[in-house]
Nanobody, 127 residues
Framework: QVQLVESGGGLVQAGGSLRLSCAAS????????MGWFRQAPGKEREFVAA????????YYADSVKGRFTISRDNAKSTVYLQMNSLKPEDTAVYYC????WGTGSSVLATRENYDYWGQGTQVTVSS
């Protein structure tokens, strides 16, 4: 069983930056592809970014490409989402998710493929 705990959310002005962290329990972190999703009020949960279990592949939604960066530290069993140039439309609850051995953009961009989810962290961007 894997537990995921997100942190780093908060309130920031437009144009600002935040770094989200997601710490995973268990001993299989190096077998987990990790993703970030977000859900704004009244909207469906959408893909933001993902990184493969090997770290060799990173994938981004078009809406965040060039502004967000996903990375992982296997020694700390943690995945990060660096968010720069934040916009009010980035306001949402951000969720970390894990997919055992998942690979490829189509797989990792699909929330149904993920096996484990965190509780989410709120990000609010003011205009």
């Amino acid at each position: 069983q894997v537990q995921l705990v997100e942190s780093g959310g908060g309130l920031v002005q437009a144009g600002g930056s935040l770094r989200l962290s997601c710490a995973a329990s268990g001993r299989i972190f190096n077998k987990l592809s990790m993703g970030w999703f977000r859900q704004a009020p009244g909207k469906e949960r959408e893909f933001v970014a993902a990184i493969s279990w090997s770290g060799g592949g990173t994938y981004y939604a078009d809406s965040v490409k060039g502004r967000f960066t996903i990375s992982r530290d296997n020694a700390k069993s943690t995945v990060y989402l660096q968010m720069n140039s934040l916009k009010p439309e980035d306001t949402a609850v951000y969720y970390c998710a894990a997919d055992l051995w998942g690979t490829g953009s189509s797989v990792l961009a699909t929330r149904e493929n993920y096996d484990y989810w965190g509780q989410g962290t709120q990000v609010t961007v003011s205009s």
